[in-house]
């Protein structure tokens, strides 16, 4: 796999372009805490994320030298909604710049259940194709299960095969691949050095795809996990006592500075659009977590956007590797 969690002193040299984003990161986060003094250190996911790459790329070009082998990653999107093209599209210049090889299948809105299915199906038996990624959401009329279900456990590298999620929940069990967003909020973690055995983590939101994966990485690495949901009667409370706080309700800025305790570190997975007429679009993005008043009290924290989001990408292509290395492995002999 591509990932250390151990820092290279060299890994920590600055140079211009990281300096550059860390001061719009700084200049950000001043402009947000008008009404409160920032004390959080920014945990620069954008930086983070471009360390991966590099890891990945100088590993492919291992993979192609001694073996010959380019890992592909396959996109099925479905429909015309303008944020699922632009993660898309997103996906695919990541592909390129880690150099992996990228297939892709765009079909109409109208598409049939068994179109989509047929087009699933053909990636599965492609040996080039070592990742499947059906962008979601799916057209109303598709079943987004049944088509999940479709692709194969060994190119699910979005991690949402109940097998994979099946194992990540078992102790002893190690799955194939974890879902993105989760794993790279616990990676923005180990880069940054922040000690998670032992914490006391809350999670904010139970979604299959962010809060249920990440509440079992973070018990997987022995921290005390507690999920605030919509059903829960305290969640400000319950959150006040959490030393790490993962924020996915898919609420804008629901987690206020109230639930944070000073010195927690504040993982914000939303990202959300709010209308601000002072802008030049016509809104602004938030997280899920008001930054503001979080920024005061927290010890470190994501911001948004440039946090968790460029994480999700890097997570993908990592994945994708380790596609690779496991399809490889299946062919030599042991």
């Not at 492919?60 to 898309?88: F, N």
């Not at 990540?168 to 922040?194: A, N």
């Not at 944070?260 to 504040?266: D, R």
Request: charged residues 20%; aromatic residues 2%.
């Amino acid at each position: 796999m591509a990932l250390s969690h151990r820092h290279n002193a060299s890994q920590r040299s600055k140079h211009v372009s990281h300096q550059r984003h860390r001061q719009s990161l700084s200049v950000r986060v001043n402009a947000c805490s008008s009404s409160a003094i920032s004390t959080a250190q920014i945990i620069d996911g954008k930086k983070i994320a471009e360390e991966i790459r590099k890891e990945i790329a100088a590993e492919v070009q291992k993979l192609k030298a001694e073996h010959g082998m380019t890992p592909g990653l396959a996109v099925v999107l479905v429909g015309e909604r303008k944020d699922s093209q632009t993660y898309v599209a997103s996906k695919k210049k990541g592909c390129a710049e880690v150099g992996f090889e990228s297939f892709g299948t765009d079909l109409p809105e109208t598409a049939t259940e068994e179109m989509v299915l047929k087009v699933v199906q053909e990636y599965n038996s492609n040996p080039n194709v070592h990742g499947i990624l059906v962008q979601l959401p799916l057209p109303k009329h598709i079943n987004e299960r049944r088509i999940l279900d479709a692709v194969s456990i060994e190119k699910d590298v979005d991690g949402f095969h109940p097998t994979n999620i099946g194992c990540l929940g078992m102790r002893g069990r190690e799955p194939l691949f974890v879902p993105c967003t989760p794993m790279g909020c616990i990676e923005l973690l180990e880069r940054s050095k922040i000690l998670i055995a032992g914490k006391r983590a809350v999670v904010v939101g139970r979604s299959n795809i962010v809060g249920l994966p990440a509440s079992m990485l973070l018990q997987n690495r022995d921290a005390t996990v507690t999920v605030v949901h919509s059903r829960t009667p305290n969640g400000a409370e319950i959150c006040r006592e959490a030393d790490i706080v993962i924020a996915a309700c898919g609420q804008a800025e629901m987690v206020t500075g109230d639930w944070i305790k000073h010195g927690a570190v504040v993982i914000d997975v939303g990202i959300n659009a709010v209308n601000d007429p002072s802008t030049k679009k016509g809104y602004r993005l938030v997280g899920d977590v008001k930054f503001s008043e979080a920024a005061a009290k927290a010890s470190y924290i994501t911001p948004v956007p440039g946090g968790v989001g460029p994480m999700t990408i890097a997570m993908l292509l990592n994945n994708t590797l380790r596609g690779a290395k496991h399809a490889l492995a299946s062919k030599i002999p042991k």
